[in-house]
């Protein structure tokens, strides 16, 4: 009944617009910057300062505590893992320990020793889940409340 309208060009560009579509590209680290930052753990740590730390020195220190317990690296750990651990890491610090990344680390110490105990018992037989603590895990709310309740009741 009806012919079909012909668009003109700039009608065709402007319909373009909204369908076009860029590819997000995954924020990640490079693995100079990793390294990087774990020198810089191991500098924090030996010194115990860990004044103007960030985000990516406590997923350092969450991959070496991860290492040290469980005799092997997270590998889930690559660049894009890296920057997103690290993004919440930050951001998990100044909620829950208001920015202050010594408590923050004493929190990771605490996890990680209460793990280990765990751990030495799985190995021996006497637990049997094989529950380990991901990076998701570590810098979530609901570890933080196992902390507290924890040193609540003076442990």
């Known amino acids: 009944m009806f012919d079909p309208v012909e668009m003109t060009p700039a009608a065709q560009q402007f319909d373009a617009i909204g369908q076009k579509e860029r590819p997000k590209r995954k924020f990640r680290l490079a693995p100079k910057a990793i390294e990087k930052a774990k020198r810089e753990m191991d500098e924090r740590a030996a010194s115990n300062d860990w004044e103007n730390a960030r985000g990516v020195h406590?997923?350092?220190?969450y991959a070496w505590l991860h290492l040290a317990v469980y005799?092997?690296?997270?590998?889930?750990?690559?660049?894009?893992?890296?920057?997103s651990a690290s993004v919440v890491a930050?951001?998990?610090?100044?909620?829950?320990?208001?920015?202050?990344?010594?408590a923050c680390?004493?929190?990771?110490?605490?996890?990680?020793?209460?793990?280990?105990?765990?751990?030495?018992?799985?190995?021996?037989?006497?637990?049997?889940?094989?529950f380990r603590i991901t990076w998701r895990y570590q810098f979530s709310a609901k570890l933080v409340t196992d902390y507290r309740i924890d040193k609540a009741r003076g442990r």
């Open 71 to 83: 005799q092997v690296e997270p590998a889930e750990m690559n660049a894009v893992e890296w920057a």
């Open 105 to 130: 680390v004493e929190f990771l110490r605490w996890t990680w020793k209460r793990e280990s105990s765990i751990e030495a018992r799985r190995r021996n037989g006497t637990v049997t889940n094989d």
């Open 58 to 61: 406590l997923v350092a220190l």
């Open 90 to 102: 930050q951001k998990f610090c100044v909620a829950q320990f208001e920015g202050d990344f010594a």
